[in-house]
């Protein structure tokens, strides 16, 4: 990879979507095995939408260790199954004329 100039600005841009932002995990993983282990993030403008957003949440969290990040990315993505399997037994399991709710909202 070859240095960018001063003026030069690298930019992340993550699109939104489930699939697609489990796929940028895999893009992120790579990028990061292509820098030194310790390597800080490489991107000065980092920007998601939706899922894309969270993505970009970690990487930009993480900046200082580029690897943290995507792991920290790989264990959310990794595990997501499990929440969602929960949330669609809660709504599975749910009288018809009781609202969807994990939270008492009565109050509301």
Known sequence: MRCARASEKRALLLSGGGARAAYQVGVLRAIANILPHDASNPFQIITGASAGALNAASIAIHAP???????????????????????????????????????????L
């Open 65 to 107: 260790r580029l690897r943290t990040g995507v792991r920290t990315l790989e264990h959310v993505w990794g595990n997501i199954s499990s929440a969602s399997q929960w949330v669609f037994s809660f709504l599975a399991s749910r009288r018809r004329d009781t609202p969807a709710s994990l939270l008492d909202n009565s109050p």
